[in-house]
């Protein structure tokens, strides 16, 4: 079975400045899809960036980046010049590339963006 | 393309009484899941269902819950009796039927609350 572990409960960080959530998981696939959810205040689940476990190289989209560590099972996101519009929950989950898509997630991280 | 349309949104029961959640998945996808996510804590996965199949449903309590996705019409999680421990969201998420993507498109999510 897959755990996908976030030690930091709660963040907060200024408008504009970087912040890095952590996320560890466990798993003994070789092959399988890691992914960031944000869940804001409405509480639907969007997608903010996913990373193929056989990719070397760390997934972006715009503002958010991801530091991929097959060997260390870590997978953090950062988010540069941090918004307003940030300030949201933050799962991180793990898919096995092959059965069903199912998704494990973790207990998530509250991101506060202080104006 | 509508997304992942659930509802109701927001569902009061009683204990004792029947809660139905009804999820359409998006146009073209065939596989749905439902996630549960108890306050203050991730999703956790239930059920995963294609047209009249009950694919995996090693997440749901064995007692109480059932869920179907007949050929026509949508997916319905059913519980019966409902305590208040029962009280969370449910999530519904819905994958293509062709061509693995590694990524669900969830909707907004039920909330019930049981008095």
């Known amino acids: 079975a897959q755990t996908v572990t976030q030690s930091q409960p709660e963040m907060s960080v200024q408008e504009a400045e970087t912040v890095t959530l952590s996320c560890t998981y466990d798993?003994?696939?070789?092959?399988?899809?890691l992914f960031w959810y944000k869940q804001p205040p409405s509480r639907q689940m969007i997608l903010v960036i996913r990373?193929?476990?056989?990719?070397?190289q760390n997934a972006t989209e715009n503002r958010f980046s991801v530091n991929f560590q097959k060997a260390a099972k870590s997978f953090s996101l950062k988010i540069s010049d941090s918004q307003l519009g940030d300030t949201a929950m933050y799962f991180c989950?793990?898919?096995?590339?092959?059965?069903?898509?199912?998704?494990?997630f973790g207990t998530g991280t509250r991101l506060t963006i202080i104006p | 393309n509508a997304g992942v349309m659930q509802n109701p949104r927001h569902l009061v029961r009683r204990r004792g009484q029947e809660a139905r959640l009804r999820c359409s998945p998006m146009?073209?996808?065939?596989?749905v899941y439902w996630y549960r996510q108890l306050p203050e804590e991730g999703l956790k996965f239930m059920v995963y269902?294609?047209?009249?199949?009950?694919?995996?449903e090693s997440g749901m309590p064995k007692e109480r819950f059932s869920a179907e996705f007949p050929k026509e019409g949508p997916s319905i999680l059913r519980i019966q009796q409902v305590v208040r421990g029962d009280s969370a969201a449910y999530f519904c998420?819905?994958?293509?039927?062709?061509?693995?993507?590694?990524?669900?498109?969830f909707g907004e999510g039920s909330r019930l609350t049981v008095l």
């Open positions: 998420a819905s994958s293509p039927d062709r061509g693995r993507t590694g990524e669900l498109f």
């Open positions: 146009k073209g996808h065939s596989h």
């Open positions: 798993t003994s696939e070789n092959n399988y899809y």
């Open positions: 989950a793990f898919m096995r590339s092959f059965g069903n898509e199912k998704l494990t």
């Open positions: 269902l294609q047209k009249e199949n009950i694919i995996d």
């Open positions: 990373q193929e476990a056989y990719k070397q």
